[in-house]
């Protein structure tokens, strides 16, 4: 074997073609192209496509990219979005009979009594949308965002919920939203994750990082946690004594064993090994750099109330708005703070300190940069909160029956509410939104019809929606 066909060995014909034009022809561009080329070689030299390459969706898509931020815990819509004055007229008396038949609640019981809303409203922008004093920051965005106090969910604790919302059951197991969005479009980002997660508050969502996982879908597709201080991911930095150098050839050797792997057993998750040891080199680069906020605006940084170096749910926005920039296709906040069955008055007025500058402000940052146009954002937590006390007379329990979520841009239409609760913050009465819903429309705003975007698994296809869900196009710009 000559010299030039042992350099080529184990390649396939055309990147042979490729490698002798760019390196041989001397038309200037050898050193550039050819390292990109060889950024995704792994793969080729496997016959495997890049399963994070981007894709066309079913439909031209309203929303390109997805920031959900996550109120793990469920915030009380009955203090903040859904002003009931009948209920306040009605405090501390016990509920109609006939409304809690063969209702189930979490923790309290029929005779609980009833609690008047803890916070004042009023009415915003051109909209007249009708917000709680908690919610000073929001107010100033409501004819940007779109309202759904009709909201509804089949699980009533925080886990079954908490997955229900995130992944469309509530057994373990199934991939989430950001995963299926991965796998219908691929991502953007070639130095860091499609799908990127925060947690801030006081602990981690209830269901963990099944919220954020890929199920039955290769598991290329998982979201990646980044920490909001230090290295985004742990271990991201070599170790004392390891250069750049010996960890590339370290990271060449097990390419090459996994590749021989890979075409011996054709195992997908081979694949996605490779390609994670890859993308892990490229972002001790990239992370870094979009983790830095001091290199944003000090105005930028105090219109959020984010501190560099300092992990808050504030930096969180701000990273995420940076991500989608580079690429990122769907990023999560999960926020664990809101589960208030006791000293509801205090520590909800603690989240909202917490959460409602920074939400607001990667509303407007977004509109300034143009990019609210095709960003879907998303605000809501896994179910609202009972109309009955608990825990004395400041705390409410769990409430699948109706919950508020608002979002922004897109392709929803701003400035609008829509949906009703019943004059006591029950029961969704008109324009009832379910779990299910909200998915088929999150899907379609993506250019994707929920009913065909599927993975056969265990004999049949799966979606998002299972057999369910309808776009509900009211909201729909």
């Not at 390292?35 to 496509?49: E, K, P, W, Y």
């Not at 996994?258 to 090994?273: F, H, M, S, Y």
């Not at 390609?275 to 983790?291: C, G, H, I, N, T």
Request: aromatic residues 8%.
């Amino acid at each position: 074997m000559n010299c030039q066909a042992r350099q080529h060995a184990g390649l396939p014909p055309e990147l042979v073609a490729r490698r002798w034009f760019l390196k041989d022809c001397g038309v200037g561009l050898g050193t550039l192209a050819l390292a990109d080329l060889m950024r995704d070689r792994s793969l080729a030299v496997a016959g495997t496509a890049d399963p994070l390459a981007p894709k066309r969706p079913h439909h031209p898509p309203k929303a390109k990219r997805v920031i959900f931020l996550f109120m793990a815990g469920a915030p009380s819509h009955l203090e903040l979005f859904d002003y009931k004055p009948k209920l306040a007229e009605l405090d501390g008396q016990l509920p109609p009979k006939e409304l809690l038949e063969g209702y189930r609640a979490a923790f309290i019981n029929p005779n609980s009594k009833l609690l008047g809303p803890k916070f004042k409203f009023a009415k915003h922008g051109q909209s007249g949308a009708e917000l709680s004093e908690l919610l000073p920051h929001t107010a100033q965005i409501v004819d940007d965002i779109t309202i759904v106090k009709s909201m509804a969910t089949d699980a009533f604790n925080h886990a079954p919920a908490q997955l229900m919302m995130n992944t469309g059951s509530q057994q373990f197991g199934r991939p989430s939203s950001g995963a299926w969005t991965l796998y219908g479009l691929g991502s953007e980002a070639r130095d860091l994750p499609g799908f990127v997660v925060f947690s801030t508050g006081k602990k981690g969502p209830s269901a963990g990082n099944s919220n954020w996982g890929s199920g039955f879908l290769p598991t290329v597709y998982s979201g990646v946690q980044f920490r909001g201080a230090g290295d985004p991911v742990l271990y991201l930095s070599n170790p004392r004594g390891v250069d750049d150098r010996a960890q590339r050839e370290s990271l060449d050797a097990i390419r090459q064993l996994n590749e021989i792997k890979l075409g011996a057993v054709g195992d997908p998750e081979i694949a996605t090994r490779i390609a994670s040891f890859e993308m892990a080199y490229r972002m001790q680069a990239s992370a870094p750099d979009v983790m830095d906020i001091s290199k944003e605006p000090k105005h930028i940084q105090e219109m959020y109330g984010a501190e560099p170096g300092k992990a808050s749910f504030a930096n969180s926005c701000l990273l995420a708005r940076r991500l989608v920039e580079r690429g990122v296709r769907f990023v999560q906040l999960f926020h664990e703070a809101w589960d208030q069955h006791g000293n509801l008055t205090k520590d909800l007025r603690a989240n909202c300190e917490d959460t409602d500058q920074a939400c607001a402000a990667l509303v407007k940052d977004l509109k300034q940069r143009g990019m609210l146009e095709d960003t879907l954002v998303i605000w809501g937590g896994e179910f609202g909160r009972t109309p009955m006390v608990q825990g004395g007379n400041d705390g409410r329990d769990h409430h699948p029956n109706a919950f508020t979520m608002w979002f922004a841009g897109g392709g929803m239409k701003p400035g609008i509410t829509i949906g009703e609760s019943d004059e006591l913050g029950f029961n969704a009465t008109t324009d009832r939104v379910h779990v299910h819903d909200l998915n088929a429309t999150l899907l379609h705003l993506l250019g994707f019809d929920h009913t065909q975007l599927t993975f056969k698994f265990q004999g049949r296809p799966f979606r998002l929606t299972d057999v369910h869900g309808e776009v509900v196009h009211k909201i729909l710009a």
